[in-house]
């Protein structure tokens, strides 16, 4: 299993930008995709963006296409989620977590691994 550990949430007013950050240990993290979900208020995990293994392949939500970049550093064990033009609506718990599996995983039960979460709140 891999330890995460993420940072970087705070307040922000909308339009403004925040860089998440996801640093993991305990094995190998080039092993793994990576993903960030985030969590709302009194809501369920909401998929947001992955990427592979090797950082070629990323996938971002319909929600995020075109605001949020995932990328990683496999040298830095971290995988980053960079959130531009921030709603109000983006206000949650973000979490990262890690996957065995290769392909397009947006399902939570695809991960097996994941983080504590930080708090991102984007007031209007």
């Known amino acids: 299993q891999v330890q995460l550990v993420e940072s970087g949430g705070g307040l922000v007013q909308a339009g403004g930008s925040l860089r998440l950050s996801c640093v993991a240990s305990?094995?190998?993290?080039?092993?793994?995709?990576m993903g960030w979900f985030r969590q709302a208020s009194g809501k369920g995990y909401e998929f947001v963006a992955r990427?592979?293994?090797?950082?070629?392949?990323?996938y971002c939500a319909d929600s995020v296409k075109g605001r949020f970049t995932i990328s990683r550093d496999n040298g830095e064990n971290t995988v980053y989620l960079q959130m531009n033009s921030l709603k109000p609506e983006d206000t949650a718990i973000y979490f990262c977590?890690?996957?065995?599996?290769?392909?397009?995983?947006?399902?939570?039960?695809?991960?097996?691994?994941w983080g504590q979460g930080t708090q991102v709140t984007v007031s209007s």
């Open positions: 977590a890690a996957t065995n599996a290769n392909g397009r995983e947006t399902s939570t039960s695809a991960y097996h691994s």
């Open positions: 990427i592979d293994r090797n950082g070629g392949n990323t």
């Open positions: 305990g094995t190998s993290f080039r092993n793994y995709a």
